[in-house]
């Protein structure tokens, strides 16, 4: 085997297509050559050797002579190539660790409070809580915890402890808007009454920018707290009977759990379950 087949074997691990490998093969066993030439010689239409050419000179195989009449081709020996090839591949390494560490010193000067940072264990993701005052803990954390937008359900049950919880529920909302002006959207399932304590805080939402809605459809079939698009808590009805009661909560705290349950609300939206409250 010549060294020319030898070295097409390995040129055939560079990206070079086949023209542009025979183009410089051939200007390595016959020595500086003119376009015409090359074309003659290899078969490859006189209308593509000068494109090849340049491409070929940009990969640092062919030295382009000066414009002129009868302009020859030369070839830049392989041993040469291949220093510059390694030059321009250490030159790209040592700008894109430059790079790298350049985003890693402005991600250390971040303040992350890494004990804050979700998990990554399905147990961390999605908490389970019972009983009445452990859900209205989270609630009232959730929604303080809000900066964004929040997207709260709020059902109507006739218990004395449900009318408490919802109440401070409701002053909790009015507070946010008051302090945050965060995006809100209300949903509520039963009649805002003139004059009642209940209207006087949905005047203050509405005021600071946050849109009620009145569930139109029966009973609304869960209470749902969602913020920031990224977490939520989801109560749901434990009992039916004698009248229905909470009593047992899904925390979700991760983005991919929430959007489900905001898709949800948006379709009941669409579907016509809400009627806004102006």
Same mark, same amino acid.
Not at 170 to 181: E, F, P, R, V, Y
């Given at each position: 085997?010549?060294?020319?087949?030898?070295?097409k074997?390995?040129?055939?691990?560079?990206?070079?297509? $086949?023209? $542009?490998?025979e183009?410089?093969?051939?200007?390595?066993?016959?020595?500086?050559?003119?376009?015409?030439?090359?074309s003659?010689?290899?078969?490859?239409?006189?209308?593509?050797?000068?494109?090849?050419?340049?491409?070929?000179?940009?990969?640092g195989?062919?030295?382009? *002579?000066?414009?002129?009449?009868?302009?020859?081709?030369?070839?830049?020996? *392989?041993?040469?190539?291949?220093?510059?090839?390694? $030059?321009?591949?250490?030159?790209?390494?040592?700008?894109?660790?430059?790079?790298?560490?350049?985003?890693?010193?402005?991600?250390?000067?971040?303040?992350?409070?890494?004990?804050?940072?979700?998990?990554?264990? *399905?147990?961390?993701?999605?908490?389970?809580? =019972?009983s009445?005052?452990?859900?209205?803990?989270?609630?009232?954390?959730?929604?303080?915890?809000? =900066?964004?937008?929040?997207?709260?359900?709020? *059902?109507?049950?006739?218990?004395?402890?449900?009318?408490?919880?919802?109440?401070?529920i409701?002053?909790?909302?009015?507070?946010?808007?008051?302090?945050?002006?965060t995006k809100?959207?209300?949903?509520?399932?039963?009649?805002?009454?003139?004059?009642?304590?209940?209207?006087?805080?949905?005047?203050?939402?509405?005021?600071?920018?946050?849109?009620?809605?009145?569930?139109?459809?029966?009973?609304?079939?869960?209470?749902a707290?969602?913020?920031? =698009?990224?977490?939520?808590?989801?109560?749901?009805?434990?009992?039916?009977?004698?009248?229905?009661?909470?009593?047992l909560?899904?925390?979700?705290?991760?983005?991919?759990?929430?959007?489900?349950?905001e898709?949800?609300?948006?379709?009941?939206?669409?579907?016509?379950?809400?009627?806004?409250?102006?």
């Open positions: 085997m010549s060294y020319i087949e030898e070295l074997e390995i040129l055939g691990r560079l990206p070079l297509s $086949e023209s $542009e490998k183009i410089y093969l051939t200007l390595l066993r016959h020595g500086p050559l003119s376009g015409s030439e090359i003659d010689i290899t078969g490859i239409e006189r209308y593509t050797i000068y494109t090849l050419l340049g491409r070929l000179n940009d990969k195989f062919v030295d382009v *002579p000066p414009k002129r009449r009868a302009s020859k081709y030369k070839a830049v020996p *392989p041993k040469d190539v291949m220093v510059k090839l390694k $030059e321009e591949l250490e030159n790209q390494h040592k700008k894109k660790l430059e790079e790298l560490n350049e985003i890693s010193t402005l991600i250390s000067k971040l303040n992350v409070e890494e004990e804050k940072l979700v998990g990554t264990k *399905p147990s961390d993701l999605v908490w389970l809580i =019972n009445e005052s452990r859900i209205k803990k989270g609630i009232i954390e959730l929604l303080k915890k809000s =900066n964004k937008s929040i997207i709260a359900c709020l *059902p109507t049950l006739e218990t004395t402890s449900y009318r408490q919880i919802r109440q401070e409701l002053s909790t909302l009015q507070n946010i808007m008051k302090k945050k002006k809100m959207n209300l949903i509520l399932n039963w009649e805002l009454e003139e004059g009642t304590a209940d209207e006087e805080i949905a005047n203050t939402l509405t005021k600071y920018g946050g849109n009620i809605y009145q569930w139109a459809i029966g009973e609304l079939p869960f209470a707290f969602l913020i920031d =698009n990224s977490e939520g808590l989801i109560v749901l009805q434990s009992a039916l009977l004698p009248v229905p009661k909470y009593g909560a899904l925390w979700l705290r991760h983005p991919v759990y929430v959007k489900p349950f898709q949800l609300i948006q379709r009941f939206n669409e579907a016509g379950a809400f009627k806004k409250w102006t």
